[in-house]
């Protein structure tokens, strides 16, 4: 049985992939395809899938900080979003409960979008997480109104959860790097959902917080990194799962038709009050577009209101409306920067007017190298560059790390090297060259695309951590290419040569 949930979703998850759809898509597919053909979900396989979202909630936690979840743009759009939303769907239903389900956007989809497109931690990436968490919060309060499981006294001891963060710290500092790293990970993971599970609470929100008590950790991300591979796996069981659930049995084409339209409201209604919020168009619609359906969330609601008796439709009815707005969703949201590209013109004139919170730099100061990205490596080029008497100023979309370099004295600035705006408005006067050091190949070709647009002359230099993205870049304009990984060994092996020499000369003159 195993072999074959394994089998489907590879066939159909490497179609869509060859499609231009992200697989998750083709797991659903499959969950549903296993589903035509007489098979049902297992205890193993629900089990593998909660343990994915377990992990996944588990990884966002380990980037989440209390401050985006109390930003009053996350406060606002996502109250207000909520609010509206559910009042449109009710009038719609006539059923209010349900309504607010359908408000929620899907955590485990944006999450693993903003994952795979290094996005996490950028304004829009940590905007949207921030709502969702919102959203998550309210839904606990659905599953605990209409669940029938009273939630347990002990339940007020949770709030002493932030005081095991230094033990839980300690235990990490003391997990090493490879196994024993994964299994700490995996071990706070459940212990968080079972925690929560036990006082009547809701275990995706228990991952959540656990892997919370470890943002900021200097090893949170080395935890996430190591865990990234396992949570893709048991991802799958939880796409699949969701598939073999219901399939197509009963299902309202009617409805299902209906409540699709009613989802494409979603994202005009978060652009709207992101602009009114007085952020710029590109971060309004980005983050709109990733938020753009419904919630897995809303088939556990679902499930909680049909034992209740509320639930006013059939189950398997929700079940494919979420997965079908899941589907539809993740492609727009995939290429939501190339999107904008295109309408940038007509939604620019929707942008309010003076500063913005996330407005970027126009001039560089006289400044003789860009870097975009400033992680490691980005950090250590802008060292050496300014150890050689260069002027190097870097962009960061992760307002943190901007900040982490300017206390060190260094200038780097707020800017996102997928925006289009960034590009035209840049004055590129003066630039002798242009690091792309960023994780992402298509961030990296979208800013090589642009630049050479605006006709940029100079060196431009990028990371290639595959050697089958080198024609690719070079393709974009790429002058210079550095392989880290690879790079990396031939430096050290050049330093080793180097020490071999000296010992000689020195055994040399002693003999």
């Known amino acids: 049985m195993e072999a074959l949930w394994v089998a489907a979703a ?13 697989p998750l898509v083709g ?33 966002v936690g380990l980037k989440l900080r209390a401050q985006d979840l109390l930003e009053p743009r996350v406060l606002g759009v996502g109250s207000l979003h909520l609010f509206l939303f559910s009042l449109l769907a009710a009038l719609w239903l006539k059923h209010l409960p349900l309504a607010l389900a359908l408000a929620f956007s899907s955590t485990v989809l944006v999450a693993k979008v903003l994952e795979d497109k290094k996005e996490l931690t950028t304004y829009h990436g940590r905007l949207s997480i921030g709502i969702l968490v919102l959203q998550d919060l309210v839904a606990v309060g659905l599953l605990t109104l209409y669940g029938g499981k009273e939630v347990s006294p002990w339940a007020v001891l949770l709030l002493l959860y932030p005081l095991v963060r230094h033990g839980v710290a300690w235990l990490l500092e003391r997990s090493g790097h490879d196994e024993l790293l994964v299994l700490f990970g995996l071990g706070l993971a459940l212990l968080g959902g079972e925690t929560f599970r ?11 917080l656990m892997g919370s008590l470890l943002s900021g950790h200097a090893k949170g991300t080395e935890m996430a990194r190591a865990l990234w591979s396992l949570k893709e796996a048991f991802l799958v069981a939880f796409f699949l799962d969701l598939g073999l659930k219901e399939g197509f049995r009963s299902v309202d084409i009617g409805l299902v038709a209906s409540l699709l339209l009613l989802s494409l409201l979603k994202a005009p209604l978060f652009f709207a009050l992101f602009l009114l919020l007085g952020l710029r168009a590109r971060t309004g619609f980005v983050a709109g577009l990733y938020l753009a359906n419904y919630s897995e969330f809303a088939l556990i609601v679902g499930v909680v209101l049909e034992r209740a008796g509320y639930l006013p439709l059939n189950l398997s009815t929700l079940a494919v409306v979420v997965a079908l707005s899941m589907a539809l969703s993740a492609p727009f949201a995939r290429y939501s920067h190339g999107l904008y590209k295109r309408l940038e013109p007509w939604l620019l004139r929707l942008e309010r007017k003076g500063g913005h919170p996330d407005q970027e730099p126009e001039r560089l100061d006289g400044a003789t190298v860009l870097i975009m990205g400033m992680g490691r490596t980005g950090g250590a080029v802008y060292r050496v560059l300014e150890g050689g008497g260069e002027q190097p100023v870097g962009l960061d979309a992760d307002p943190e790390k901007v900040e982490r370099h300017r206390a060190k004295g260094r200038r780097v600035l707020y800017g996102d090297a997928e925006d289009p705006e960034l590009w035209e408005r840049l004055d590129l006067t003066g630039l002798k060259a242009v690091v792309l050091a960023l994780p ?12 050479k647009e605006r006709g940029f002359k100079g060196i431009l230099a990028a990371t290639s951590f595959h050697l ?24 050290l092996a050049e330093k080793v040569l180097e020490r071999l020499a000296i010992m000689g000369e020195v055994s040399h003159g002693r003999s």
Not at 10 to 22: C, D, E, I, K
Not at 440 to 447: S, T, V
Not at 468 to 491: C, M, Q, S, Y
């Open 10 to 22: 590879f066939t159909l998850g490497l179609l869509a992939s060859r499609l231009g759809l992200p």
């Open 27 to 59: 797991y659903l597919g499959a969950g549903f395809a296993l589903h035509s053909l007489g098979l049902r979900e297992t205890e193993f396989l629900h089990h593998a899938a909660e343990i994915g979202v377990l992990l996944l909630l588990f990884s």
């Open 198 to 208: 036990q006082v009547g609470l809701s275990p995706e929100l228990g991952a959540l």
């Open 440 to 451: 992402d190949l298509e961030a990296k070709l979208l800013a090589a695309r642009w630049l």
């Open 468 to 491: 089958e993205e080198d024609p690719v870049l070079e393709a974009a304009g790429v002058t210079l290419l550095f392989h880290p990984f690879r790079e990396a060994g031939e430096r």
